[in-house]
């Protein structure tokens, strides 16, 4: 009797152990069956209050069907240094207080220089970094460079900044790029709080689903774009232009009477088409030298006029993401001003 007892308790516990391993194979088996996690950008499920905010300010608008307001070599101002020859009257911080929201910056290595330093009296006495140059970063000062000297980390971190500050914001960097990757991967690092928001096309899959809604962007808070006219840093989550965009030709000539819109880039047509995928439209409408006068003349009707009759049939009947200004605040008088064009394509259904 004891015996048979015995054997029934030993097989009700191989019973028990048996249940217990089907159990843990069940539990293997549908974690390894769930679905993969979303990707970074919206692995986070926002607020029905962010969201609902987001959507009142961009509605369901993706990223390419909406134009931006954007200023030609931003950094060459008169309230960042001393510039003696610039294209913007204000500070950056300024433009981007006053509806900037596309940003062309020149950026270069400067080696630090102890004869500079010399002859200079101790006013110009740099480290080693990367700056906001406009050609060369030791020729003339004024004109190529300007002191105090523009680091490139500390105008991202500005960027960066007002973003933090205007939650509703996108803001986008367009690099003019004569630094290696490493460096540029180095002064990146050193703002504080931009890899939080920087936006990779590769993690959102832009290629293969089109650009993500405005909305989308603010609430996950990647709300900072940034392009370079070189290939190789798109692992830094800096992408490649002739790649993500189309640009017409960034002249306007010395007269300013050249307002055929063609492409910057013979192999990069201004009407491409891809499957799936519609790249961004940069616009530039300035000339080769910078004043004030000229900018006034071609800042309003002309602008205005250009859009519709140039580069909206050039481009297939689309409008341009960013419009890209000299002195962005001036303009002919016509009632016409880059913001109120840019407000203008906004408006159009």
């Given at each position: 009797m004891l015996i048979d007892m015995d054997m029934r308790l030993r097989a009700r516990s191989r019973a028990l152990v048996c249940l217990l391993v089907l159990a843990l194979l069940g539990t293997v088996t549908t974690a390894a069956a769930a679905p993969r996690p979303a990707p970074p950008a919206t692995a986070t499920a926002p607020t029905n209050?962010?969201?609902?905010?987001?959507?009142?300010?961009?509605?369901?608008?993706?990223?390419?069907?909406?134009?931006?307001?954007?200023?030609?070599n931003a950094f060459t101002n008169y309230e960042d240094s001393r510039w003696s020859s610039v294209n913007q009257s204000e500070s950056v911080r300024a433009q981007l207080d006053n509806g900037v929201r596309g940003l062309s910056l020149d950026t270069h290595w400067y080696e630090r220089s102890t004869w500079l330093c010399v002859i200079s009296f101790g006013s110009d006495c740099y480290p080693s970094d990367v700056y906001l140059c406009h050609g060369d970063?030791?020729?003339?000062?004024?004109?190529?460079?300007?002191?105090?000297?523009?680091?490139?980390?500390?105008?991202?971190?500005?960027?960066?900044?007002?973003?933090?500050?205007?939650?509703?914001?996108?803001?986008?960097?367009?690099?003019?790029?004569?630094?290696?990757?490493?460096?540029?991967?180095?002064?990146?690092?050193?703002?504080?709080?931009?890899?939080?928001?920087?936006?990779?096309?590769?993690?959102?899959?832009?290629?293969?689903?089109?650009?993500?809604?405005?909305?989308?962007?603010?609430?996950?808070?990647?709300?900072?774009?940034?392009?370079?006219?070189?290939?190789?840093?798109?692992?830094?989550?800096?992408?490649?232009?002739?790649?993500?965009?189309?640009?017409?030709?960034?002249?306007?000539?010395?007269?300013?009477?050249?307002?055929?819109?063609?492409?910057?880039?013979?192999?990069?047509?201004?009407?491409?088409?891809?499957?799936?995928?519609?790249?961004?439209?940069?616009?530039?409408?300035?000339?080769?030298?910078p004043t004030v006068l000229t900018a006034a003349l071609d800042n309003g009707a002309k602008l205005r006029n250009r859009i519709a009759e140039q580069c909206r049939s050039a481009t297939g009947g689309r409008d341009p993401n960013f419009v890209s200004v000299d002195f962005h605040r001036l303009s002919d008088g016509s009632g016409h001003t880059p913001a109120s064009v840019v407000a203008e394509l906004n408006a159009r259904p």
């Open positions: 209050t962010a969201n609902a905010a987001a959507t009142a300010r961009w509605g369901d608008r993706r990223l390419d069907e909406v134009a931006f307001l954007a200023t030609h970063c030791k020729t003339f000062a004024g004109a190529t460079y300007a002191l105090p000297r523009q680091t490139f980390h500390g105008t991202m971190q500005t960027v960066v900044d007002f973003l933090a500050t205007h939650p509703q914001e996108v803001v986008t960097v367009f690099l003019e790029d004569y630094v290696g990757a490493d460096q540029l991967q180095a002064s990146l690092g050193r703002v504080n709080g931009l890899q939080n928001m920087l936006f990779r096309a590769d993690e959102w899959g832009v290629r293969q689903h089109g650009w993500p809604k405005v909305a989308d962007l603010v609430t996950s808070g990647k709300r900072l774009l940034i392009f370079s006219d070189r290939s190789d840093r798109e692992h830094l989550g800096v992408m490649y232009d002739r790649s993500w965009t189309v640009s017409n030709f960034w002249s306007l000539g010395d007269l300013g009477n050249d307002v055929s819109c063609v492409s910057r880039w013979a192999d990069v047509p201004l009407d491409r088409q891809e499957p799936g995928f519609r790249r961004l439209f940069t616009m530039s409408h300035h000339r080769n030298v």
